[in-house]
């Protein structure tokens, strides 16, 4: 049996993941600026979906990491509006019975 050995990855492997991660979300950006990809494709794409999904809270988190690697205020822009899309997930509907 061969054994492959997978050296480390330095600071620098770990800073072009991180930008090619960044490029990913900034692509994505226009598209789902106040919504999130759906929790399963359809016809091989994600399209986009009101914020109410189990799922919505990843699409947020890879735009608030992509602020953490640039410290870019759009970033933080766009995550705000996220969050602030998504509240009305975490409030229980007064005017459902019980």
Same mark, same amino acid.
């Given at each position: 049996m061969t054994e492959y050995t997978? $050296? $480390?990855a330095t600071d620098a492997d770990v800073r072009r993941a991180l930008d090619l991660a960044v490029a990913q979300? /900034? /692509?994505n950006l226009p598209a789902f600026t106040y919504a999130s990809q759906n929790h399963s494709s359809v016809g091989n794409f994600y399209p986009a979906v009101a914020n109410d #999904?189990?799922? =919505?809270?990843f699409w947020p988190g890879e735009i608030w990491l992509?602020?953490?690697h640039t410290r870019d205020p759009f970033c933080a822009t766009l995550g705000t509006i996220q969050v #602030? =899309?998504?509240l009305h997930a975490s409030k229980p509907d007064r005017d459902r019975s019980p």
């Open positions: 997978i $050296p $480390p979300v /900034r /692509r #999904q189990w799922t =919505s809270g992509a602020y953490e #602030q =899309s998504m």
